[in-house]
């Protein structure tokens, strides 16, 4: 089958063709460090994390580009918290830290880079040097701006017309620009106050203090200054991968202005296409508004891996495809943890029922295999159409209950169908969704199974000397802890 994507630049459902048929150049707009991550954020990762899998899966060496945006007036505004650091570059190495470390507990690949922008301001002056000289952009007053009238193709991604686009930039901006739809390249001098003061979370230790900071400057031919928002992802993509990357991965708030400008200031100084495909992942929604940091209405990452789990999070998180809306609330989060409990008793009972002496090498169940073929057919369908996670969720949900009839209805198993789909379950679930079907649970496992097990033995003490309201009181107490406890003819088991 061949992989299809929806790409905003065109409109258009395309057949995927990288310009290296052996390799994808494979682009992320990733976070600013001011605040911590949510869900909203996490869907980001975890789509682009997905497309990468499948990418490999499908055959392609994929080079994977994520940034990290650490110089911008949110993060400044974050300066002299205690609990984050003293300046802009601490703040942002607070976070660029806890970032990391939520993206390992959701099972995300490495990027091959995680460039910041405060380490590549060279090449962005060098860009910004070239579009001056070329004539698309101008000085004034130490700052510089893209003249977006000077480059034909402007608007083209969020179809637009020049004389119909709002002002961009600060209020202050304005006087200092040819058209009010020109954007900056470069700011001069450091953040404001006013700036400052705007981004300032109500509750910083600092906040009405006079002496706000003003951000790190670094030296340009024009004055000391800061680089602007969009030209940074210009530099370091084409610092890393190429002129040309054939997938640029992004959130939908971001086509217009951030993607936009970064095609008209890139393509203005090569000469080349900027991207072929782009690919922007629609806002998760909450109680009818987008997630958001600005907003306070967000469940952060780490607040969630704590809660639920990272298995958990990407199966709210690949229930619904992409490039369709999705919705965080108690019932849909509730309906990922059901999904993914089944499924990892899915995989659990496969392992079992293989693994058991009742599984015999010359018993077929033709309808098993057939369920598995399909279950396959189905996942790769899906993936192939524009990465529809939803569909391939599905078809491995349609493998369980396959599973599950074949081990519920014999006494003796198909070995080499349940082989097949551990199979499946390994290189579908795993390897392209990204679920660790083998993941310890959180905390301490083998000290955790002690306690449980002599927790079960004073139970089933209390049951032998007939105090069985005492027993089941213990075992509503395990279940309220995350301990599932199940009576069989050789004793109670347990899963944590």
Same mark, same amino acid.
């Given at each position: ?70 110089? !911008? ?9 205690? +609990? ?12 660029? =830290?806890?970032?990391?470390? #939520? &993206? ?34 101008? #000085? ?76 790190? $400057? ?23 991968? +190429? ?17 936009? !400008? ?8 090569? /000469? =080349? =296409?900027?991207? !072929? ?10 109680? /009818?508004?987008? &997630? ?9 990452? /780490? ?8 298995? $958990?999070?990407?199966?709210?998180? $690949? ?11 108690? #019932?849909?989060?509730? #309906? ?51 990465? !529809? ?40 679930? /795993? ?58 003819? +050789? ?6």
């Amino acid at each position: 089958m061949t992989l299809h994507v929806s790409n905003t630049l065109t409109g258009d459902r395309e057949v995927f063709e990288p310009q290296d048929p052996e390799e994808v150049l494979l682009y992320v707009c990733g976070l600013t460090t001011s605040d911590p991550a949510h869900l909203g954020h996490a869907r980001l990762w975890v789509a682009a994390d997905v497309m990468h899998r499948w990418l490999e899966h499908e055959g392609y060496d994929v080079r994977h580009v994520e940034n990290f945006t650490d110089v !911008n007036e949110k993060i400044v505004a974050r300066a002299g918290d205690p +609990d984050l650091g003293d300046d802009e570059a601490e703040v942002a190495s607070h976070y660029i =830290q806890e970032l990391l470390e #939520e &993206m390992r507990a959701l099972n995300l690949k490495r990027a091959e880079v995680y460039p910041r922008v405060s380490e590549h301001v060279p090449e962005i002056v060098d860009l910004v040097e070239t579009l001056v000289e070329k004539g698309y952009a101008y #000085e004034s007053n130490g700052s510089v701006y893209f003249d977006v009238t000077s480059f034909e193709g402007y608007g083209k991604l969020s179809n637009q017309q020049v004389d119909d686009i709002e002002e961009q930039g600060e209020p202050d901006e304005l006087a200092e620009k040819r058209h009010p739809a020109d954007f900056a390249l470069w700011k001069a001098d450091g953040v404001s106050a006013d700036a400052v003061r705007e981004h300032r979370h109500d509750d910083h230790p600092g906040a009405g203090d006079a002496d706000l900071p003003n951000g790190q $400057v670094w030296a340009s031919p024009w004055g000391d200054g800061r680089p602007g928002w969009h030209i940074e992802c210009s530099a370091m993509s084409m610092t890393h991968l +190429d002129e040309t990357i054939d997938v640029h991965v992004g959130g939908q708030d971001l086509v217009f202005p951030h993607h936009e !400008n970064e095609i008209a200031q890139s393509e203005a100084a090569t /000469g =080349q =296409q900027f991207a !072929n495909y782009w690919l922007h992942v629609r806002l998760l929604q909450t109680k /009818g508004e987008k &997630m958001s940091s600005s907003l306070g209405n967000y469940w952060s990452v /780490g607040d969630a891996l704590d809660a639920v789990g990272g298995n $958990v999070v990407r199966s709210f998180l $690949v229930s619904t495809a992409y490039h369709n809306e999705a919705v965080y609330s108690e #019932e849909t989060l509730a #309906e990922a943890e059901e999904r993914w409990e089944r499924l990892e008793r899915g995989y659990e009972t496969a392992i079992a029922a293989c693994d058991s002496e009742a599984a015999r090498t010359k018993v077929a169940d033709d309808d098993l295999r057939d369920a598995i073929a399909s279950a396959r057919e189905d996942f790769v369908a899906g993936m192939n159409d524009d990465f !529809n996670t939803r569909q391939a969720v599905t078809a491995l949900m349609d493998l369980t209950a396959a599973v599950n009839r074949h081990v519920d209805a014999r006494d003796a198993y198909d070995y080499r169908a349940l082989h097949d789909a551990v199979d499946a379950y390994e290189e579908l679930g /795993g390897d392209v969704l990204g679920f660790a079907f083998d993941a310890a649970p959180d905390g301490t496992a083998d000290v955790a199974g002690e306690v449980v097990d002599l927790v079960l033995q004073v139970r089933e003490a209390e049951r032998d000397a007939g105090n069985y309201e005492r027993a089941d009181e213990l075992r509503d107490e395990l279940e309220a802890l995350g301990v599932e406890v199940q009576d069989t003819d +050789d004793g109670p088991t347990y899963r944590l």
